[in-house]
């Protein structure tokens, strides 16, 4: 689902709100204190003779309507303050009840939200993505076991509204107003509790919900996750309820190559490898090789699409604690992985990384090439030192040195001095709780919608190969300007991937070999899938209310709902390059279409 579907209030309305709301305190402090001056004054003024103690004790009277006023006029202070005092005291006294019943208040206002945002736990990766939800103008609803958890009132006071309690009890579900929600994030805890939230969730609203709502679920393993993606695909489940399985670090790392790509365009298209030095293999670092990985086989298809070559590898320079170690493991795991990776692993001494990163680097001469530099080593410090050395050995024109750690920091920008010091300006730093906590990463890159994408994308190309080049089509459009009903006919023929593979006996599974040529369906197979496939989209537009005649988007027409037989070729050619297209579209997620094994064995 696109961003722009769960921003109900407009950001700068939101803003205001919040820019108004920390105002509230210091605004009748200065109310209370400006209505004290002018009862003073306005006592004084009075041709009585009333003493000090006597003037502030008449004027705090005039706070709870004690004040008579007598005969004649009053001086124009003290009228000002005896009609201002009630007014602040009223105003405090509300401000004082919402205080002691801000739950319940904040319980109220969540039973009046639609398309809202739902975030289950507040620990650091919950907390950051409430705040950048906030950020971007949307409503939020909160659940939070643990009442004692640091920054909460923070939290509320950004504009979220919380619910206490633990998520598996259906009655804190009801609270938060899952129902009428749009997504919901769950990022409790370990990857058991999110699991097990996830169950509670489907168990009492999968067959409930009158309209979609997407389930993220985190979880803390990056090839778990991946796991999880693949079964949810197969399963292609058309309910109401779907699930998207993340990781935070799959999805910092993708941010990461799209922020800062290991080698600059005008390379890729002349056919220049790239050589990108990674520190570190921490669980980032680890997660950042593998979509190296995937990055550069996706730009070497893509590039053969344009200009049939031998595209150069990848050189990946692996500087860590036991670097040879993993990579040994990861060939063990990915068959002819050389084929796109040229990697050299190097090892240090974890005791003295500093020291021997840089030393081993200089011995290599690893640097003179360099086009893209990750720094990945999780001490902070030790990674500053390193980023900071490396940046002022990188020529500006290489490429960039990138500093990873789980927050952003300053520390950068204060040892680069702002712009004082050019020879550091390719020096980046990188949060990757912050790079996977934006909201439009998260809601606009689950597996279901990257899937969609693409199959818009392939079918625009597709019209624009055409003489014809379907020109007029509302459709013809960049995927962000798209309308929801076309996205959501992608994103349906994204769900209904498995069910086409299990009709013909195929399941997905990890890809593991680079160089294994992409499956290839029987002509039976494809078309079967293809009379599927417009089975699929044939009772789709019948259930939107679309009716056989001449094509007119106005009146919800078309010639095309009749039976596959009766397509013209050209339409039925549509579902076939659709159904065709499903081994590549795996691949680029990092997975294979196989035959089921109780088949290849009959076979």
């Given at each position: 689902m696109g961003l722009e579907q769960y921003r109900p209030v407009r950001a700068w309305r939101f803003r205001v709100f919040r820019?108004?709301?920390?105002?509230?305190?210091?605004?009748?402090?200065?109310?209370?204190?400006?209505?004290?001056?002018?009862?003073?004054?306005?006592?004084?003024?009075?041709?009585?003779?009333?003493?000090?103690?006597?003037?502030?004790?008449?004027?705090?009277?005039?706070?709870?309507?004690?004040?008579?006023?007598?005969?004649?006029?009053?001086?124009?202070?003290?009228?000002?303050?005896?009609?201002?005092?009630?007014?602040?005291?009223?105003?405090?006294?509300?401000?004082?009840?919402?205080?002691?019943?801000s739950r319940q208040v904040s319980l109220l206002r969540a039973r009046f939200f639609a398309k809202h945002m739902v975030v289950i736990g507040l620990g650091e990766l919950g907390t950051a993505l409430v705040r950048e939800l906030l950020k971007e103008g949307l409503q939020v609803v909160a659940i939070e076991a643990d009442e004692t958890k640091p920054g909460l009132a923070a939290t509320r006071e950004y504009g979220a509204v919380i619910v206490y309690g633990d998520a598996r009890d259906p009655e804190i579900l009801k609270r938060a107003n899952i129902r009428r929600a749009n997504a919901v994030v769950i990022v409790a805890g370990n990857n058991q509790q999110n699991a097990g939230i996830a169950l509670e969730i489907r168990e009492n609203y999968a067959s409930k919900l009158t309209r979609e709502l997407?389930?993220?679920?985190?979880?803390?393993?990056?090839?778990?996750?991946?796991?999880?993606?693949?079964?949810?695909?197969?399963?292609?489940?058309?309910?109401?309820?779907?699930?998207?399985?993340?990781?935070?670090?799959?999805?910092?790392?993708?941010?990461?190559?799209?922020?800062?790509?290991?080698?600059?365009?005008?390379?890729?298209?002349?056919?220049?490898?790239?050589?990108?030095?990674?520190?570190?293999?921490?669980?980032?670092g680890q997660t950042l090789f593998e979509h190296l990985e995937r990055y550069w086989w996706n730009q070497q298809k893509r590039l053969e699409r344009l200009r049939p070559a031998k595209w150069p590898r990848l050189r990946i320079t692996v500087v860590a604690v036991r670097a040879t170690a993993f990579l040994e493991r990861l060939k063990k795991r990915q068959v002819n992985l050389e084929s796109i990776i040229d990697f050299q692993p190097i090892d240090v001494d974890p005791h003295s990384q500093i020291n021997d990163t840089?030393?081993?680097?200089?011995?290599?001469?690893?640097?003179?090439?360099?086009?893209?530099?990750?720094?990945?080593?999780?001490?902070?410090?030790?990674?500053?030192?390193?980023?900071?050395?490396?940046?002022?050995?990188?020529?500006?024109?290489?490429?960039?040195?990138?500093?990873?750690?789980?927050?952003?920091?300053?520390?950068?920008?204060?040892?680069?001095?702002?712009?004082?010091?050019?020879?550091?300006?390719?020096?980046?730093?990188?949060?990757?709780?912050?790079?996977a906590c934006h909201p439009r990463l998260l809601l606009d890159n689950g597996v279901n919608e990257f899937l969609a994408r693409a199959i818009h994308e392939?079918?625009?190309?597709?019209?624009?190969?055409?003489?014809?080049?379907?020109?007029?089509?509302?459709?013809?459009?960049?995927?962000?300007?798209?309308?929801?009903?076309?996205?959501?006919?992608?994103?349906?023929?994204?769900?209904?991937?498995?069910?086409?593979?299990?009709?013909?006996?195929?399941?997905?599974?990890?890809?593991?070999?680079?160089?294994?040529?992409?499956?290839?369906?029987?002509?039976?197979?494809?078309?079967?899938?293809?009379?599927?496939?417009?089975?699929?989209?044939?009772?789709?537009?019948?259930?939107?209310?679309?009716?056989?005649?001449?094509?007119?988007?106005?009146?919800?027409?078309?010639?095309?709902?009749?039976?596959?037989?009766?397509?013209?070729?050209?339409?039925?050619?549509?579902?076939?390059?659709?159904?065709l297209a499903i081994p590549n579209l795996m691949a680029r997620l990092g997975y294979d279409v196989v035959r089921q094994k109780r088949l290849q064995n009959e076979e």
């Amino acid at each position: 689902m696109g961003l722009e579907q769960y921003r109900p209030v407009r950001a700068w309305r939101f803003r205001v709100f919040r820019f108004l709301a920390s105002f509230q305190w210091p605004f009748i402090g200065t109310l209370f204190v400006g209505t004290v001056v002018a009862g003073i004054v306005g006592f004084s003024e009075i041709g009585a003779k009333l003493s000090g103690p006597e003037i502030i004790y008449r004027t705090l009277q005039l706070f709870v309507l004690e004040f008579e006023a007598g005969q004649g006029s009053l001086p124009l202070c003290l009228e000002i303050a005896r009609f201002a005092a009630p007014f602040v005291s009223a105003l405090t006294v509300v401000k004082a009840i919402t205080i002691v019943l801000s739950r319940q208040v904040s319980l109220l206002r969540a039973r009046f939200f639609a398309k809202h945002m739902v975030v289950i736990g507040l620990g650091e990766l919950g907390t950051a993505l409430v705040r950048e939800l906030l950020k971007e103008g949307l409503q939020v609803v909160a659940i939070e076991a643990d009442e004692t958890k640091p920054g909460l009132a923070a939290t509320r006071e950004y504009g979220a509204v919380i619910v206490y309690g633990d998520a598996r009890d259906p009655e804190i579900l009801k609270r938060a107003n899952i129902r009428r929600a749009n997504a919901v994030v769950i990022v409790a805890g370990n990857n058991q509790q999110n699991a097990g939230i996830a169950l509670e969730i489907r168990e009492n609203y999968a067959s409930k919900l009158t309209r979609e709502l997407v389930c993220f679920v985190h979880i803390d393993d990056p090839n778990l996750s991946h796991l999880l993606k693949m079964r949810e695909i197969e399963l292609g489940r058309p309910d109401r309820l779907r699930f998207e399985f993340f990781d935070v670090y799959s999805v910092a790392a993708q941010e990461l190559l799209d922020t800062h790509p290991p080698v600059p365009g005008v390379s890729l298209q002349t056919g220049v490898g790239g050589h990108v030095v990674l520190l570190g293999l921490g669980k980032f670092g680890q997660t950042l090789f593998e979509h190296l990985e995937r990055y550069w086989w996706n730009q070497q298809k893509r590039l053969e699409r344009l200009r049939p070559a031998k595209w150069p590898r990848l050189r990946i320079t692996v500087v860590a604690v036991r670097a040879t170690a993993f990579l040994e493991r990861l060939k063990k795991r990915q068959v002819n992985l050389e084929s796109i990776i040229d990697f050299q692993p190097i090892d240090v001494d974890p005791h003295s990384q500093i020291n021997d990163t840089l030393s081993i680097l200089d011995r290599a001469d690893s640097l003179q090439d360099a086009s893209a530099v990750y720094s990945c080593i999780e001490n902070i410090d030790e990674n500053l030192a390193i980023s900071l050395e490396l940046a002022h050995r990188i020529s500006n024109q290489q490429g960039p040195v990138v500093m990873c750690m789980r927050f952003g920091t300053g520390l950068t920008e204060i040892a680069k001095g702002g712009d004082a010091d050019e020879r550091l300006s390719n020096l980046y730093s990188f949060g990757i709780y912050e790079g996977a906590c934006h909201p439009r990463l998260l809601l606009d890159n689950g597996v279901n919608e990257f899937l969609a994408r693409a199959i818009h994308e392939n079918w625009v190309e597709e019209k624009l190969e055409e003489t014809s080049g379907g020109v007029g089509h509302p459709a013809l459009v960049n995927w962000d300007f798209l309308s929801e009903e076309f996205k959501n006919s992608n994103r349906h023929q994204a769900t209904h991937i498995g069910e086409k593979l299990r009709i013909i006996q195929c399941d997905i599974a990890p890809r593991i070999d680079w160089k294994k040529p992409l499956f290839e369906f029987t002509p039976s197979e494809t078309e079967k899938l293809s009379r599927m496939e417009h089975e699929r989209w044939e009772n789709e537009k019948r259930q939107a209310g679309w009716k056989p005649g001449a094509r007119d988007l106005e009146k919800k027409t078309t010639p095309y709902l009749v039976d596959y037989d009766d397509l013209p070729e050209r339409m039925k050619q549509y579902d076939r390059n659709a159904v065709l297209a499903i081994p590549n579209l795996m691949a680029r997620l990092g997975y294979d279409v196989v035959r089921q094994k109780r088949l290849q064995n009959e076979e």
